[in-house]
């Protein structure tokens, strides 16, 4: 039978025991239909399995036993940033679910001068696609959850972006550069990828990024759509990645 897997942001214990709450909890009582004596594994976002056996179901709390303890190290490829202009409607959730199962690090909806998608106080989309990490990390096997974070102006980045000595942009209007220049000249280190809206970025974005460190790429002649683009560029650097 396959053992299932929750996701925690920190592992809590009580009296020798581990335990979760919340939506881990109703996952495992109200999803998974679990019962004591039943193995689950308990990961924690950071690189840690559990290997666990439910030994107790109360009315807010299920507690486990801890069986064995697993470290999964890094994969031996570079942390990603995608600084990407949120899209209206499921082609966002999909692009982030994608992202994903691509091995993406960390995720930043980014709010160009031409992104149309609008954000308030009582929006409920961050955490939406968090929680989308959360299932598309448990679907694809990964020990570690992208970082989703809220949304900023352009402008704003650089405070996030501090390790990524790899900058790019993918800019339809490049015509020297080629995204494969980039992994010629790629060895290691974290990359922090820019993608516009559809509605492109504007040359004074593209300027600003340049003097921000980041060099403009482009895809080829093919103009892509907003959420098809970063699933390419994961795609490549995963290749690329197992030839490092």
């Known amino acids: 039978m396959e053992v299932r897997r929750i996701f925690v942001d920190k592992v809590k214990a009580k009296n020798g025991l581990v335990y979760v709450t919340g939506p881990a909890y109703k996952y ?6 679990k019962v004591p004596g039943e193995r689950i594994d308990i990961i924690d976002g950071k690189g840690y399995l559990y290997r666990a056996q439910i030994h107790s179901i109360k009315s807010k709390e299920v507690y486990f036993k801890i069986l064995d303890v697993v ?10 940033t995608l600084c990407v202009s949120p899209i209206k409607g499921p082609r966002m959730d999909w692009m982030i679910e994608k992202a994903t199962e691509l091995g ?3 995720i930043l909806p980014t709010i160009f001068k031409r992104t149309v998608v609008k954000f308030d106080e009582k929006d409920k989309k961050v955490e939406r696609w968090k929680k989308l990490t959360v299932e598309a990390s448990r679907q694809s096997g990964r020990f570690k959850i992208p970082e989703v974070l809220n949304p900023i102006p352009l402008r704003g980045i650089t405070q ?11 800019y339809e209007h490049e015509k020297e ?3 494969k220049e980039a992994f010629q000249e790629f060895k290691e280190g ?3 990828v820019a993608i516009g809206p559809e509605g ?3 040359e004074s974005e593209v300027l600003w990024l340049q003097e921000n460190g980041f060099t403009p790429f482009s895809l080829g002649s093919t103009i892509l759509r907003t959420e098809t683009t970063p699933l390419v560029i994961l795609s490549i650097i995963h290749y690329e990645s197992t030839k490092i």
Do not use: F, S
Request: aromatic share 8%; glycine share 2%.
């Open 28 to 33: 495992v009582v109200n999803v998974l239909r």
């Open 71 to 80: 470290y999964h190290p890094e994969e031996k490829r570079p942390r990603v």
């Open 104 to 106: 993406v690090d960390r």
């Open 160 to 170: 996030y972006i501090k390790d990524a000595h790899h900058r790019w942009v993918l």
């Open 177 to 179: 550069r080629k995204i």
């Open 190 to 192: 974290e990359i922090c």
């Open 200 to 202: 492109g970025i504007e």
